[in-house]
């Protein structure tokens, strides 16, 4: 699906060229690898739910508490796994740390798994 079908769906644009780069080849066995350990950090809704937070825009661990409903040191924990993952990065301003997503193509992702969902839901094959 082209980046124009995507929109022409009712979705938002995507704030990337998602759909420019090729699939991996079976063979290419170390990339494969890759992608499936970057797909594990999806599989934790707390992990998912600070994505999604920080989409809004940068935030310190004690604010995402806060909104998340979550306790400091859980938070602190997921944006570990997240930042080794390379889906956030941090800002240092004073003794407080702020996060934000990496790069653009950490909302693309989302925004993606998001509409095959919907897809799915409204009985899509």
Do not use: W
């Amino acid at each position: 699906m082209e980046n124009n079908d995507f929109e022409k769906r009712g979705y938002p644009p995507l704030p990337c060229d998602c759909f420019s780069h090729p699939i991996a080849e079976p063979a290419d066995e170390l990339r494969l690898y890759e992608l499936a350990e970057l797909f594990k950090v999806f599989g934790d809704t707390s992990r998912v739910r600070i994505l999604c937070a920080l989409l809004q825009g940068e935030l310190c661990v004690n604010h995402l508490a806060e909104l998340l409903g979550m306790g400091q040191s859980a938070v602190s924990h997921q944006l570990r796994l997240l930042r080794t993952a390379g889906l956030v990065r941090p800002r240092r301003d004073g003794k407080t740390i702020y996060y934000a997503p990496d790069d653009e193509h950490v909302k693309c992702i989302l925004q993606i798994g998001l509409a095959h969902l919907e897809h799915k839901e409204g009985g899509g094959k």
